[in-house]
């Protein structure tokens, strides 16, 4: 049974930074494209940052230089990395996996599996 489970959320204030983790059971996050996902109350959910087996990351616009996506394959576990937080950074942030890939996608319909999600919570 596959399962990501997400933690590392909070609130914190506008500056400051936050470092999600998304630990993976009965999947292996090396050679798939692995990602991170948000979704806003009253939007639609965006991709953030992800990475394939390449180990080359992309990044949505809005993160890009502030977020950093990376990948423990000792501990088979994601992490963002997020600084110079936003008041619009705040979201529920999901980890995602997806099929055996060397590139990551920011579509979320590349991807099979979903965490449950974690609540970033950004405040001035």
């Known amino acids: 049974q596959v399962q990501l489970v997400e933690s590392g959320g909070g609130s914190v204030q506008a500056g400051g930074s936050l470092s999600l983790s998304c630990a993976a059971s009965?999947?292996?996050?090396?050679?798939?494209?692995i990602a991170w996902f948000r979704q806003a109350p009253g939007k639609q959910r965006e991709g953030v940052a992800s990475?394939?087996?390449?180990?080359?990351?992309i990044y949505a616009d809005s993160v890009k230089g502030r977020f950093t996506i990376s990948r423990d394959s000792a501990t088979n576990t994601l992490y963002l990395q997020m600084n110079s937080l936003k008041l619009e950074d705040t979201a529920m942030y999901y980890c995602?996996?997806?099929?055996?890939?060397?590139?990551?996608?920011?579509?979320?319909?590349?991807?099979?599996?979903w965490g449950q999600g974690t609540q970033v919570t950004v405040s001035s």
């Open positions: 995602a996996a997806g099929r055996s890939s060397r590139w990551g996608s920011l579509t979320p319909d590349q991807y099979n599996y």
């Open positions: 990475v394939g087996g390449e180990t080359i990351a």
């Open positions: 009965g999947i292996g996050i090396n050679h798939r494209a």
